[in-house]
């Protein structure tokens, strides 16, 4: 301090000369979001220090932060325990962009769908102990609706998330030694339309989490904070191009990429269609893991604790969840895989379900998903009850139902996707499906094609009654639906389908 006022640092002026400049070219109608953001004397320099930046930064270009960045900014979301637990007790729910901060403690209001939370659990790898999985079924007996869902959001596929990393072999021969490497994927999101991009680099597995640190510190830097539908790395990606992202990455980073182009790896072999469901050897002599069907990943508590049970005692007390919404029993001697059967036989799930029913996927829907225009998972079971009634395929297929766009159960790399939509039927609206077919992630990597628009949902079973059959009938021998479908035109394969719909009805 002197005599003539504050002096501020070079810093905090260059910070007051872009926010000035920013308010300014946002007009002067817009005191409401300016007054939001925090001046620069108290910024903090903490790990939210790199947003508060990214968002003067989007200010100070003109930018105009969208409602949950400035609620962000204003009140930092893990400050807010004492505020939900007020609520709690006064069993009142949040309201407007308080909604968005419960979301960072895994809290989602899912109003007007349900006035009620859909609690949402992360598990690195899709790693959970049976204790743990005991203890999910408690919570969910005392404070929820006594049920808990397999939801399809690990990352697994890694052509289909933000940032993938695939498994391959390298010969050697080249500049790298040969081993074990991940190839890093970025922007991929099926719901908008794209999958991964391959960074052209090559990582050890050592370097999969710097690498995916430095991805995150230039998207946190420069991801679009000023329209919600764009705050997605693939966005960035399409704006800067590929190689401007990774050049702006390498810094962050304690080494240089390993610029490896993608023909000298040997790529991992094909995605198993239903996500690993059955009884497969492992690579230690004498055990297997046992894949369990788990229809539309519903799980009632007694599951729960069923399923923690057989766990502890047959295998190593460890359970895996698939991005299939199914779940894997690992460690199991080969002398208690029949007891494991029948201990899943008694809680009503196999680890042998039919083609149709292995991996048939559907979004947490209206029962507990506020965006949802469907009763997703109550439709797939429709579905697979129909067509399990009247149609025997003799190798896996893939259903996947979405009650949004944002596609969670990923319909575009399906088989068979279903969209959920409304439907006019007379003076009612009904909900219905947007039909697609062909998708596939990894080997079989497609983006699905619509062929039916706004299907209601009592009539979607009968139209993939119809599809299998027209598939079944005119297919090469040994062909794969994803193969049939993708070799026929759209007009062509509606003309089949309908035909077989005919041929049904008659
Ligand atoms: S796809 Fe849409 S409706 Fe389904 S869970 Fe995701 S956000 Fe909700």
Redesign the pocket.
Same mark, same amino acid.
């Not at 979405?402 to 159960?409: H, M, V």
């Given at each position: 301090m002197t005599d003539g006022g504050p002096v501020l640092t070079e810093q905090q002026k260059q910070y007051l000369e872009g926010f000035l400049a920013g308010v300014k070219n946002r007009g002067a109608g817009d005191a409401s979001a300016a007054s939001a953001l925090t001046p620069a004397e108290t910024k903090p320099s903490g790990p939210e220090a790199i947003h508060i930046e990214a968002q003067d930064r989007a200010v100070a270009a003109g930018g105009k932060l969208v409602p949950e960045e400035l609620a962000k900014r204003a009140k930092h979301p893990f400050d807010m325990w004492d505020e939900m637990r007020a609520n709690a007790a006064a069993k009142r729910f949040p309201k407007g962009t308080d909604v968005f901060l419960h979301k960072f403690h895994g809290l989602f209001y899912v109003a007007p769908n349900q006035d009620a939370f859909m609690r949402r659990v992360r598990l690195p790898g899709g790693l959970i102990a049976a204790a743990q999985l005991r203890g999910l079924g408690d919570v969910a007996e005392t404070y929820g609706g006594g049920y808990a869902h397999v939801?399809s959001r690990l990352g697994v596929l890694e052509d289909t998330n933000d940032i993938g990393f695939a498994a391959v072999a390298v010969d050697g021969g080249g500049a790298v030694p040969a081993g074990v490497y991940f190839r890093m994927l970025l922007g991929g999101i099926t719901?908008h339309g794209d999958f991964g991009r391959d960074s052209g680099v090559l990582l050890t597995p050592a370097e999969v989490v710097p690498a995916a640190a430095a991805v995150l510190r230039v998207f946190i830097a420069h991801g679009d904070r000023t329209d919600r539908k764009k705050a997605r790395l693939k966005y960035l990606l399409d704006a800067w191009g590929l190689e401007k992202f990774m050049v702006e990455a390498e810094p962050a980073l304690p080494f240089k990429w390993r610029r490896v182009p993608p023909e000298m790896c040997r790529p991992r072999g094909p995605i198993a269609k239903h996500g690993h469901v059955g009884v497969h050897p492992q690579r230690q002599a004498g055990l297997s893991y046992v894949g369990v069907a788990v229809p539309v990943g519903y799980l009632p508590v007694a599951q729960l604790r069923g399923l923690a049970d057989i766990a502890a005692r047959h295998g190593s007390g460890t359970l895996r969840l698939t991005v299939w919404q199914n779940l894997i029993v690992s460690d199991v001697p080969d002398g208690a895989l029949a007891a494991v059967e029948r201990e899943l036989g008694a809680l009503g799930l196999t680890s042998t379900p039919s083609h149709i029913r292995g991996a048939l996927v559907a #979004?947490?829907?209206?029962m507990? #998903?506020?965006? @949802?225009?469907s009763n997703?998972k109550t439709h797939a079971l429709a579905i697979g009850d129909w067509l399990e009634a009247r149609v025997a395929l003799d190798q896996p297929l893939n259903i996947h139902l979405?009650? #949004?766009?944002?596609? #969670?159960?990923q319909i575009h790399v399906g088989d068979i996707g279903l969209l @959920?939509t409304k439907v006019d039927r007379g003076d009612d609206e009904v909900e219905g499906y947007h039909v697609m077919v062909g998708g596939g992630a990894g080997a079989e990597r497609a983006m699905a094609r619509a062929i039916y628009h706004s299907v209601p949902a009592d009539a979607v079973p009968a139209k993939l009654e119809a599809m299998l059959r027209a598939y079944l009938a005119h297919r090469h021998d040994g062909e794969t639906f994803h193969a049939f479908v993708n070799r026929h035109a759209v007009d062509a394969l509606v003309r089949l389908f309908d035909a077989a719909a005919l041929e049904i009805a008659a």
């Open positions: 939801t719901g #979004c947490t829907g209206n507990g #998903c506020k965006f @949802a225009l997703t979405t009650g #949004c766009p944002a596609s #969670c159960a @959920a």
